[in-house]
């Protein structure tokens, strides 16, 4: 593959960190075959209250960089993630995010699949 094509297809998953986004950054990396991968970006998000994920699909999830921790309605067990840290939360699993840290980028890769 000729250099130059490569450059325009080489990314960086740290890149466009926005300082304070006002919301929550979720992007499609790749998606195809039953999956779709995404980047999230959280800074001092955290779900609505009362608000659950009901998914239909089950996620693997890592953080890369940054602090969160998420909240498991079956069981009420609050799990701290650090970069590094990854998980499995199986389809209809209700879980909310509770916290992620407000001084710097929290940087999720998310695998949804079937």
Not at 66 to 93: M, Q, T, V
């Amino acid at each position: 593959m000729p250099e130059k094509r490569q450059k325009e297809m080489l990314k960086n998953i740290f890149a466009g960190l926005a300082e304070s986004p006002a919301d929550e950054l979720m992007e499609t990396l790749l998606q195809g075959g039953g999956f779709r991968l995404e980047r999230i970006v959280s800074r001092g998000h955290a779900s609505p209250e009362n608000f659950w994920y009901d998914q239909e699909h089950s996620e693997w999830v890592m953080l890369l960089s940054g602090g969160a921790r998420l909240l498991f309605a079956d069981s009420g067990e609050e799990i701290e993630l650090h970069p590094g840290n990854y998980l499995i939360i199986p389809a209809h699993r209700k879980h909310r995010v509770a916290w992620t840290d407000p001084d710097q980028p929290s940087v999720w890769l998310a695998i949804h699949y079937e």
